[in-house]
Protein backbone atom coordinates (compact mmCIF):
# COMPACT_ATOMS: atom_id res chain seq x y z
CA UNK A 1 0.00 0.00 0.00
CA UNK A 2 1.76 3.34 -1.18
CA UNK A 3 2.05 6.13 0.88
CA UNK A 4 0.82 9.36 -0.62
CA UNK A 5 2.29 13.21 -0.28
CA UNK A 6 0.95 16.25 -1.80
CA UNK A 7 2.05 19.62 -2.52
CA UNK A 8 2.10 22.42 -4.55
CA UNK A 9 -0.48 24.26 -2.63
CA UNK A 10 -0.36 27.98 -1.59
CA UNK A 11 -2.19 31.49 -1.67
CA UNK A 12 -3.08 32.87 -5.37
CA UNK A 13 -5.14 35.27 -6.84
CA UNK A 14 -7.90 34.98 -8.73
CA UNK A 15 -7.76 34.11 -12.31
CA UNK A 16 -4.15 32.25 -11.54
CA UNK A 17 -2.62 28.98 -11.85
CA UNK A 18 -1.39 26.07 -9.28
CA UNK A 19 0.68 22.71 -9.65
CA UNK A 20 -0.72 20.43 -6.88
CA UNK A 21 1.61 17.47 -7.19
CA UNK A 22 0.85 13.84 -5.25
CA UNK A 23 4.01 11.76 -4.96
CA UNK A 24 3.72 8.54 -4.05
CA UNK A 25 5.63 6.10 -2.14
CA UNK A 26 5.36 2.81 -4.26
CA UNK A 27 4.55 2.11 -8.08
CA UNK A 28 1.50 3.66 -9.30
CA UNK A 29 1.50 1.57 -12.35
CA UNK A 30 -1.01 -1.09 -11.25
CA UNK A 31 -2.86 1.43 -9.54
CA UNK A 32 -6.47 1.50 -11.65
CA UNK A 33 -8.35 4.35 -9.96
CA UNK A 34 -6.94 8.08 -8.42
CA UNK A 35 -8.50 11.18 -7.76
CA UNK A 36 -8.19 14.32 -6.54
CA UNK A 37 -10.13 15.57 -3.51
CA UNK A 38 -11.45 19.44 -2.27
CA UNK A 39 -12.76 19.92 1.09
CA UNK A 40 -13.82 23.65 1.65
CA UNK A 41 -14.34 25.15 5.06
CA UNK A 42 -18.19 23.76 6.43
CA UNK A 43 -18.61 21.37 3.19
CA UNK A 44 -17.99 17.77 2.90
CA UNK A 45 -15.28 16.56 0.81
CA UNK A 46 -15.99 16.27 -3.06
CA UNK A 47 -14.50 14.89 -5.76
CA UNK A 48 -12.73 17.21 -8.23
CA UNK A 49 -11.26 15.27 -10.60
CA UNK A 50 -10.24 11.67 -11.33
CA UNK A 51 -7.68 9.53 -13.67
CA UNK A 52 -7.49 5.56 -14.46
CA UNK A 53 -4.33 3.53 -14.98
CA UNK A 54 -5.78 3.33 -19.13
CA UNK A 55 -5.97 7.63 -19.12
CA UNK A 56 -9.59 8.30 -18.89
CA UNK A 57 -10.65 11.28 -16.52
CA UNK A 58 -13.60 12.70 -15.27
CA UNK A 59 -14.40 16.43 -13.51
CA UNK A 60 -16.59 17.92 -11.48
CA UNK A 61 -18.37 20.38 -13.61
CA UNK A 62 -17.29 23.19 -11.79
CA UNK A 63 -13.82 22.63 -12.77
CA UNK A 64 -14.43 21.70 -16.50
CA UNK A 65 -12.07 23.66 -18.99
CA UNK A 66 -9.84 24.64 -16.00
CA UNK A 67 -8.55 21.61 -14.52
CA UNK A 68 -6.35 19.29 -15.46
CA UNK A 69 -5.55 15.95 -13.94
CA UNK A 70 -2.64 13.54 -15.12
CA UNK A 71 -0.17 11.12 -13.74
CA UNK A 72 3.62 10.32 -14.51
CA UNK A 73 3.38 6.68 -13.88
CA UNK A 74 7.10 6.76 -14.45
CA UNK A 75 7.93 9.25 -11.56
CA UNK A 76 4.97 7.55 -9.36
CA UNK A 77 3.27 11.44 -9.51
CA UNK A 78 -0.36 12.48 -9.67
CA UNK A 79 -1.23 16.21 -10.66
CA UNK A 80 -3.82 18.71 -10.92
CA UNK A 81 -2.98 21.67 -12.92
CA UNK A 82 -5.66 24.26 -11.71
CA UNK A 83 -6.06 27.65 -13.93
CA UNK A 84 -8.05 30.19 -13.77
CA UNK A 85 -8.98 29.78 -10.43
CA UNK A 86 -11.63 31.21 -8.49
CA UNK A 87 -12.61 32.15 -4.47
CA UNK A 88 -14.80 29.32 -4.45
CA UNK A 89 -11.62 27.07 -5.40
CA UNK A 90 -10.40 27.47 -1.91
CA UNK A 91 -9.99 24.41 0.27
CA UNK A 92 -7.48 21.53 1.25
CA UNK A 93 -6.65 19.16 -1.28
CA UNK A 94 -5.89 15.64 -1.03
CA UNK A 95 -5.04 12.88 -3.86
CA UNK A 96 -6.72 9.46 -2.94
CA UNK A 97 -5.72 6.23 -4.58
CA UNK A 98 -8.14 3.07 -4.36
CA UNK A 99 -11.52 2.80 -4.41
CA UNK A 100 -13.34 4.51 -7.30
CA UNK A 101 -14.90 7.51 -6.13
CA UNK A 102 -16.09 7.62 -2.60
CA UNK A 103 -15.05 4.11 -1.14
CA UNK A 104 -12.36 3.44 0.24
CA UNK A 105 -8.81 4.23 -0.71
CA UNK A 106 -5.52 5.29 0.66
CA UNK A 107 -4.89 9.51 1.09
CA UNK A 108 -2.66 11.83 1.53
CA UNK A 109 -2.41 14.19 4.13
CA UNK A 110 -3.73 17.24 1.83
CA UNK A 111 -2.34 20.41 1.35
CA UNK A 112 -4.40 24.13 1.34
CA UNK A 113 -5.36 26.30 -1.62
CA UNK A 114 -6.63 29.43 -1.38
CA UNK A 115 -7.86 31.94 -3.95
CA UNK A 116 -8.21 35.66 -3.11
CA UNK A 117 -10.35 37.80 -5.09
Known amino acids: QVQLVESGGGLVQAGGSLRLSCAASGSIFSIIFMGWYRQAPGKQRELVAS???????NYVNSVKGRFTISRDNAKNTLYLQMNSLKPEDTGVYYC???????????WGQGTQVTVSS
Open 51 to 57: ITNSGGT
Open 96 to 106: KSGGFGYAPGT
